[in-house]
């Protein structure tokens, strides 16, 4: 459990140590798409929703070579036709999608085609539900490919230990795996991180962090009308559902926790939490309606987090750190810009304005995809997942922690034998969902002091 990732000056420096990837994977590639010698790179997208547009978006402005957009994949095929038009037409962009029909594929195995497709040394793009962040990591790595994987990385403990053992057979290939938690790459949150670690906040006596806004995403699942399979309706509405994305905390206060954790440049230990499900109307999701989680770092020090999802409430989202000396204003008004600042006393006035980083910042949407193309170019030491497995084991500590109403360590948690998808590699479109709706269409809700383990964890 090594400390986060310091700032992108320091990691631009590091020092590499280059190691070519094996060249026998290369006699295991499917149809080739580019010649040995040619040194565009090319991106595959798996997952064609709006974080996988999105990214592929930002892979293809990065302007420092030539790269392409060669192949894409999703179960759903609208999505995929969705993704292809949005892209192909880009004013900016469009010349560089070369996605013919037979490079567009559908179903569980689709992930593959796609990286059948690319060549050791070319990069994937993984922005499917978390659940299968595993699964097409192992390939990707026997394909010899460089990786960029949305967060969360994991929903569960079994899945994270995975995750960590996977990862040291991609460090052994001198693989670029970049990790979406793309606040890292906020050059704002970067020096106010250096002012942290210089003294400026004096000791860090507490934390706040807060995403409350109404109903996001997929998180509220509508029943299920049966024109999709059960399967297939809950991957539509992932985030609704913990054994797909680990529900609304997994993926949407992660970003909180973890550049809190990281400006405190330490993962806490334990968390106790509350929350429960109140406007829930003919949803038949898996969330609490609000999460309130209290983590205790190893000296003491207590991060608050809060995430609420009603409608029509006061609107919140940021993350501050209150030190001896003063506040650290993290982010403000969602993840950018951050406008990072640092105020004498606890009390953002104005006045008391020691230091605020200068407006425009740069967007870490973009700053992330730069600095991996970059680490692929220059080859680079360039590898996120641990972090980005700590972040989301020590989410999912949280949500524990809220959902069975008991302390949880992160000790205990990472030796937690509950996997939310057992098998999940074996799945086809075809399949039963690892997750059943009762007579009534409803799923399993949380029950904290009654329900301890299972499925509700």
Not at 36 to 45: H, K, P, Q, V, W
Not at 127 to 135: K, M, S
Not at 159 to 170: D, G, I, P, Y
């Amino acid at each position: 459990m090594t400390s986060p990732q310091s700032t992108r000056r320091q990691f631009l420096h590091t020092s590499t140590k280059a190691a070519a990837a094996a060249t026998t994977l290369a006699a295991a590639a499917g149809h080739r798409v580019h010649a040995a010698e040619d040194n565009t790179i090319r991106i595959g997208l798996v997952g064609c929703g709006g974080r996988g547009t999105g990214a592929a978006l930002n892979a293809l402005s990065v302007d420092n070579g030539p790269i392409k957009l060669v192949a894409l994949a999703d179960v759903f095929e609208n999505k995929l036709k969705s993704t292809h038009a949005s892209l192909s037409t880009h004013k900016e962009v469009g010349s560089k999608v070369d996605v013919p029909e037979e490079r567009r594929h559908v179903g569980f195995d689709a992930y593959k085609k796609v990286m059948d497709t690319l060549e050791p040394g070319d990069i994937v793009i993984l922005a499917t539900p978390p659940a299968f962040r595993w699964v097409q990591y192992t390939y990707a790595i026997e394909r010899g490919l460089n990786v960029f994987m949305e967060k969360p990385v994991t929903v569960d403990a079994p899945t994270s230990v995975r995750m960590l053992e996977l990862n040291k057979k991609a460090i052994d290939k001198n693989l670029k795996v970049a990790v979406g938690l793309m606040c890292r790459h906020c050059v704002a949150r970067q020096e106010l991180f250096d002012r942290i670690q210089n003294g400026e906040l004096g000791d860090i006596l507490m934390m706040r962090a807060y995403r409350m806004a109404g109903p996001t995403g997929s998180a509220a699942a509508p029943p299920n009308n049966g024109d999709l399979s059960e399967l297939q309706y809950q991957i539509k509405h992932f985030h609704g559902f913990l054994w797909l994305s680990g529900g609304a905390v997994s993926d949407f206060l992660i970003h909180n926790i973890d550049e809190s954790c990281w400006m405190k440049n330490a993962w806490p230990e334990r968390a106790i939490a509350c929350g429960g499900r109140h406007y829930r109307g003919d949803n038949v999701d898996q969330n609490f309606d609000v999460y309130d989680i209290e983590y205790t770092f190893a000296d003491g020090t207590k991060l608050f987090v809060d995430g609420r999802t009603i409608p029509g409430c006061k609107r919140e989202f940021a993350s501050f750190a209150h030190g001896t000396k003063g506040l650290g204003i993290i982010s403000t008004a969602s993840h950018t810009p951050a406008k990072s600042r640092i105020y004498r006393g606890q009390n953002a006035d104005d006045a008391n304005l020691v230091w605020a980083y200068p407006q425009p910042e740069p967007n870490p949407y973009q700053l992330e995809w730069d600095d991996l193309i970059r680490a692929v170019r220059e080859d680079q030491t360039y590898n996120e997942v641990e972090r980005g497995v700590m972040a989301s084991a020590v989410t999912s500590m949280g949500r524990m922690a809220a959902h069975t109403g008991q302390e949880i360590t992160l000790e205990a948690f990472m030796k937690h034998d509950h996997e939310f998808g057992p098998g999940i590699d074996k799945l086809t479109l075809d399949s039963e969902s690892p997750l059943k709706a009762n007579a009534d269409g409803k799923y399993s809700v949380p029950m904290p002091g009654l329900v301890k383990r299972r499925e509700y964890l």
